[in-house]
T-cell receptor, first 118, second 111 residues
Framework: GAVVSQHPSRVICKSGTSVKIECRSLDFQATTMFWYRQFPKQSLMLMATSNEGSKATYEQGVEKDKFLINHASLTLSTLTVTSAHPEDSSFYIC??????????????FGPGTRLTVL | SQQGEEDPQALSIQEGENATMNCSYKTSINNLQWYRQNSGRGLVHLILIRSNEREKHSGRLRVTLDTSKKSSSLLITASRAADTASYFCATDARGYSTLTFGKGTMLLVSP
Protein backbone atom coordinates (compact mmCIF):
# COMPACT_ATOMS: atom_id res chain seq x y z
CA GLY A 1 0.00 0.00 0.00
CA ALA A 2 0.83 3.73 0.00
CA VAL A 3 1.93 3.94 -3.61
CA VAL A 4 2.57 7.24 -5.30
CA SER A 5 3.00 7.57 -9.04
CA GLN A 6 4.37 10.37 -11.18
CA HIS A 7 3.83 11.06 -14.82
CA PRO A 8 5.77 11.46 -16.96
CA SER A 9 8.91 9.79 -15.69
CA ARG A 10 11.06 11.68 -18.15
CA VAL A 11 10.43 14.71 -20.32
CA ILE A 12 12.57 16.69 -22.71
CA CYS A 13 11.26 20.03 -23.90
CA LYS A 14 12.37 23.16 -25.68
CA SER A 15 13.16 26.34 -23.83
CA GLY A 16 10.06 28.50 -23.39
CA THR A 17 7.52 25.70 -23.27
CA SER A 18 5.50 24.64 -20.25
CA VAL A 19 5.61 21.19 -18.74
CA LYS A 20 3.03 19.57 -16.48
CA ILE A 21 3.96 16.83 -14.03
CA GLU A 22 1.30 14.76 -12.30
CA CYS A 23 1.54 13.18 -8.89
CA ARG A 24 -1.05 10.62 -7.83
CA SER A 25 -1.61 8.67 -4.65
CA LEU A 26 -2.89 5.36 -5.96
CA ASP A 27 -4.30 3.60 -2.93
CA PHE A 28 -4.83 6.30 -0.35
CA GLN A 29 -6.16 9.80 -0.02
CA ALA A 30 -3.67 12.57 0.59
CA THR A 31 -4.66 15.89 2.01
CA THR A 32 -1.10 17.12 1.63
CA MET A 33 1.37 16.61 -1.18
CA PHE A 34 4.88 17.96 -1.38
CA TRP A 35 7.02 18.89 -4.36
CA TYR A 36 10.81 18.65 -4.27
CA ARG A 37 13.57 19.20 -6.77
CA GLN A 38 16.90 17.48 -6.75
CA PHE A 39 20.01 18.45 -8.68
CA PRO A 40 22.58 15.76 -9.57
CA LYS A 41 24.35 14.32 -6.54
CA GLN A 42 22.54 16.72 -4.25
CA SER A 43 19.78 16.46 -1.71
CA LEU A 44 16.09 17.11 -2.09
CA MET A 45 14.97 20.68 -1.71
CA LEU A 46 11.36 21.30 -0.78
CA MET A 47 9.70 23.60 -3.29
CA ALA A 48 6.14 23.77 -2.05
CA THR A 49 3.48 22.14 0.05
CA SER A 50 0.18 21.48 -1.65
CA ASN A 51 -3.06 21.11 0.27
CA GLU A 52 -6.20 19.82 -1.37
CA GLY A 53 -8.62 22.61 -2.14
CA SER A 54 -6.33 25.46 -1.15
CA LYS A 55 -3.39 27.41 -2.48
CA ALA A 56 0.04 25.88 -2.26
CA THR A 57 2.60 27.17 0.20
CA TYR A 58 5.90 27.91 -1.49
CA GLU A 59 9.32 27.81 0.11
CA GLN A 60 11.44 30.91 0.14
CA GLY A 61 13.07 31.56 -3.18
CA VAL A 62 10.64 29.45 -5.22
CA GLU A 63 8.69 31.47 -7.77
CA LYS A 64 5.02 30.61 -7.51
CA ASP A 65 4.29 32.04 -10.96
CA LYS A 66 7.01 29.85 -12.42
CA PHE A 67 6.02 26.64 -10.68
CA LEU A 68 2.24 26.38 -10.68
CA ILE A 69 0.78 23.82 -8.32
CA ASN A 70 -2.77 22.53 -8.40
CA HIS A 71 -4.17 20.04 -5.89
CA ALA A 72 -7.65 19.51 -7.21
CA SER A 73 -8.46 16.22 -5.53
CA LEU A 74 -7.37 14.03 -2.65
CA THR A 75 -5.35 11.86 -5.00
CA LEU A 76 -3.88 14.25 -7.55
CA SER A 77 -1.51 17.18 -7.50
CA THR A 78 0.11 18.75 -10.56
CA LEU A 79 3.21 20.86 -10.95
CA THR A 80 3.49 22.99 -14.07
CA VAL A 81 6.86 24.46 -14.93
CA THR A 82 5.97 27.50 -17.01
CA SER A 83 8.25 28.92 -19.67
CA ALA A 84 10.90 26.38 -18.84
CA HIS A 85 14.58 27.24 -19.24
CA PRO A 86 17.68 25.04 -19.14
CA GLU A 87 18.31 25.97 -15.50
CA ASP A 88 14.96 24.35 -14.64
CA SER A 89 16.38 21.00 -15.72
CA SER A 90 16.26 18.81 -12.65
CA PHE A 91 14.74 15.77 -11.02
CA TYR A 92 11.32 16.63 -9.60
CA ILE A 93 9.92 14.38 -6.90
CA CYS A 94 6.54 14.51 -5.24
CA UNK A 95 5.40 12.94 -2.02
CA UNK A 96 2.04 12.45 -0.39
CA UNK A 97 0.97 12.31 3.20
CA UNK A 98 -1.97 10.04 4.02
CA UNK A 99 -5.13 11.71 5.16
CA UNK A 100 -5.55 9.23 8.00
CA UNK A 101 -4.28 5.96 9.37
CA UNK A 102 -1.29 4.85 11.45
CA UNK A 103 1.21 6.28 8.99
CA UNK A 104 -0.31 9.71 8.58
CA UNK A 105 2.92 11.32 9.75
CA UNK A 106 4.91 9.80 6.92
CA UNK A 107 5.46 10.91 3.38
CA UNK A 108 5.35 8.45 0.51
CA PHE A 109 7.43 9.41 -2.47
CA GLY A 110 6.84 9.11 -6.17
CA PRO A 111 9.52 7.76 -8.51
CA GLY A 112 10.44 11.21 -9.76
CA THR A 113 10.33 13.03 -13.09
CA ARG A 114 13.51 13.90 -14.96
CA LEU A 115 13.04 17.21 -16.76
CA THR A 116 15.53 18.28 -19.39
CA VAL A 117 15.07 21.67 -21.02
CA LEU A 118 17.03 22.20 -24.21
CA SER B 1 19.02 26.08 4.60
CA GLN B 2 19.23 22.36 5.09
CA GLN B 3 18.53 20.97 8.51
CA GLY B 4 20.43 17.73 8.36
CA GLU B 5 24.04 17.03 7.61
CA GLU B 6 25.14 13.48 7.01
CA ASP B 7 28.58 12.08 7.32
CA PRO B 8 30.40 10.56 5.73
CA GLN B 9 29.49 11.95 2.31
CA ALA B 10 30.55 8.66 0.77
CA LEU B 11 31.24 5.24 2.21
CA SER B 12 32.72 2.23 0.48
CA ILE B 13 32.66 -1.18 2.17
CA GLN B 14 32.72 -4.89 1.39
CA GLU B 15 29.71 -7.17 1.52
CA GLY B 16 29.13 -8.50 5.00
CA GLU B 17 30.54 -5.46 6.73
CA ASN B 18 28.46 -3.03 8.73
CA ALA B 19 27.82 0.50 7.50
CA THR B 20 27.24 3.42 9.83
CA MET B 21 25.99 6.80 8.71
CA ASN B 22 25.50 9.80 10.91
CA CYS B 23 23.16 12.75 10.72
CA SER B 24 23.24 16.00 12.65
CA TYR B 25 20.57 18.64 12.73
CA LYS B 26 20.13 22.10 14.15
CA THR B 27 16.68 22.65 15.62
CA SER B 28 14.21 20.73 17.75
CA ILE B 29 12.36 18.03 15.88
CA ASN B 30 9.18 15.99 16.09
CA ASN B 31 10.72 13.03 14.35
CA LEU B 32 13.63 12.02 12.16
CA GLN B 33 13.36 9.74 9.18
CA TRP B 34 15.82 7.85 7.05
CA TYR B 35 15.33 7.31 3.35
CA ARG B 36 17.13 5.41 0.67
CA GLN B 37 17.47 6.45 -2.96
CA ASN B 38 18.82 4.32 -5.76
CA SER B 39 20.48 6.29 -8.53
CA GLY B 40 17.95 8.35 -10.47
CA ARG B 41 15.01 6.90 -8.62
CA GLY B 42 12.50 7.98 -6.00
CA LEU B 43 12.91 7.68 -2.28
CA VAL B 44 12.11 4.68 -0.17
CA HIS B 45 11.18 5.25 3.45
CA LEU B 46 13.32 3.13 5.77
CA ILE B 47 12.50 4.08 9.31
CA LEU B 48 10.98 6.86 11.44
CA ILE B 49 12.12 7.60 14.95
CA ARG B 50 10.20 9.99 17.14
CA SER B 51 11.81 12.59 19.34
CA ASN B 52 10.97 10.62 22.50
CA GLU B 53 12.58 7.44 21.18
CA ARG B 54 16.25 6.60 21.47
CA GLU B 55 16.62 3.51 19.33
CA LYS B 56 14.66 1.65 16.74
CA HIS B 57 15.23 -1.52 14.75
CA SER B 58 13.89 -2.75 11.45
CA GLY B 59 15.45 -5.88 10.01
CA ARG B 60 19.13 -5.15 9.41
CA LEU B 61 18.64 -1.49 10.19
CA ARG B 62 19.27 0.14 13.54
CA VAL B 63 18.63 3.81 14.11
CA THR B 64 19.59 5.79 17.17
CA LEU B 65 18.57 9.31 18.12
CA ASP B 66 20.29 11.58 20.60
CA THR B 67 18.22 14.75 20.93
CA SER B 68 20.70 16.30 23.36
CA LYS B 69 23.38 16.15 20.69
CA LYS B 70 20.91 16.67 17.85
CA SER B 71 22.24 13.65 16.04
CA SER B 72 21.13 10.31 14.68
CA SER B 73 22.88 7.30 13.25
CA LEU B 74 21.81 4.61 10.82
CA LEU B 75 23.53 1.25 11.06
CA ILE B 76 23.13 -1.33 8.32
CA THR B 77 24.41 -4.70 9.46
CA ALA B 78 25.74 -7.46 7.23
CA SER B 79 25.60 -5.23 4.17
CA ARG B 80 24.81 -6.54 0.72
CA ALA B 81 25.65 -5.25 -2.74
CA ALA B 82 21.95 -4.41 -3.12
CA ASP B 83 22.31 -1.90 -0.27
CA THR B 84 24.32 0.33 -2.60
CA ALA B 85 22.39 3.61 -2.71
CA SER B 86 22.27 7.10 -1.28
CA TYR B 87 20.88 7.43 2.22
CA PHE B 88 19.25 10.61 3.49
CA CYS B 89 18.07 11.68 6.88
CA ALA B 90 15.12 14.03 7.03
CA THR B 91 13.77 15.95 9.97
CA ASP B 92 10.22 16.98 10.68
CA ALA B 93 10.62 20.14 12.70
CA ARG B 94 7.57 22.16 11.84
CA GLY B 95 5.02 19.79 13.23
CA TYR B 96 3.04 19.11 10.12
CA SER B 97 5.22 16.63 8.34
CA THR B 98 7.27 19.07 6.31
CA LEU B 99 10.61 17.36 5.88
CA THR B 100 14.03 18.91 5.56
CA PHE B 101 16.59 16.62 4.01
CA GLY B 102 20.27 16.31 4.67
CA LYS B 103 22.87 16.08 1.94
CA GLY B 104 23.02 12.31 2.04
CA THR B 105 25.61 9.57 2.23
CA MET B 106 26.47 7.57 -0.87
CA LEU B 107 27.05 3.96 0.15
CA LEU B 108 28.86 1.56 -2.13
CA VAL B 109 28.91 -2.10 -1.12
CA SER B 110 31.28 -4.20 -3.17
CA PRO B 111 30.76 -7.95 -3.60
Amino acid sequence: GAVVSQHPSRVICKSGTSVKIECRSLDFQATTMFWYRQFPKQSLMLMATSNEGSKATYEQGVEKDKFLINHASLTLSTLTVTSAHPEDSSFYICSARPRQGPRYNEQFFGPGTRLTVL
Amino acid sequence: SQQGEEDPQALSIQEGENATMNCSYKTSINNLQWYRQNSGRGLVHLILIRSNEREKHSGRLRVTLDTSKKSSSLLITASRAADTASYFCATDARGYSTLTFGKGTMLLVSP
